[in-house]
């Protein structure tokens, strides 16, 4: 009988045993799983600090668009409105002294005397351009119908000088008035001078050059080489 409860204490410490063991086993496993499951993996936690995140795969760098710029079409239509609008902005030359042909007639109303009086120059236009002229004259006596020797007049300006747009084909006109001859034959001058003829005059204008004049008739007379001029007009002078 002793015997059999010695058998039955072993048998119960065997058993409690045991089941001490297998409670610890079980602790064990679930304390390794817990932790192996919230510790990531060194190549996972590796593989999460080093991808790039959707945010940052952009560079932060990327260069801006360039400035806007004017465009060479902008440029270009100036250029073309500065050509189209020429006519407007362009000032209009002044005649050459080759693209006019000048004459001379006396006056219809000139002082009283027998000598030239006065006498009215017309300037007509011979370009296919249109010209302009301004200003009052130079006026010299022609010696012996030579510009080279001539004789400059003392001119005393009369009027207001503007200017005077000629177009193709275009006059204007000046007025000379002379210290008039008295008396008949050579004549004489009131001043005591002897007075002086001229077969042509050389008559200047402003930009327009010179250009040597006849009268249509006669010749130039005159007293003390001195001339009252008007400035050139786009009205007929008589």
Known sequence: MHHVNTVRKAA???AALSATLAVTACQSSDSASGTGGSSPTP???ASASSSPSPASSAPSSAPSAPPATASPASHSSSGSGSGSGAGSGTAVKTC????LNVTAHQAANPPV??????AVFEFTNTSKQTCVLQGHPT????GNGS???NAPLKVTPTGTATQVKLAP???AWLKLTFVQVQGEADGYC????????YPTMVIGLPGAGSHQVALDDGVFAECDNTVTATAVSGAALS
């Open 96 to 99: 050459a002294a080759t693209a």
């Open 190 to 197: 009131k001043s005591g001078a002897t007075p002086t003829t």
């Open 139 to 142: 006026v010299a006596g022609a």
């Open 147 to 149: 510009p080279q020797h």
């Open 169 to 171: 084909g275009g006059k």
């Open 43 to 45: 190549s996972a936690s």
């Open 113 to 118: 005397g027998t000598g030239t009086g006065a």
């Open 12 to 14: 119960l410490a065997v």
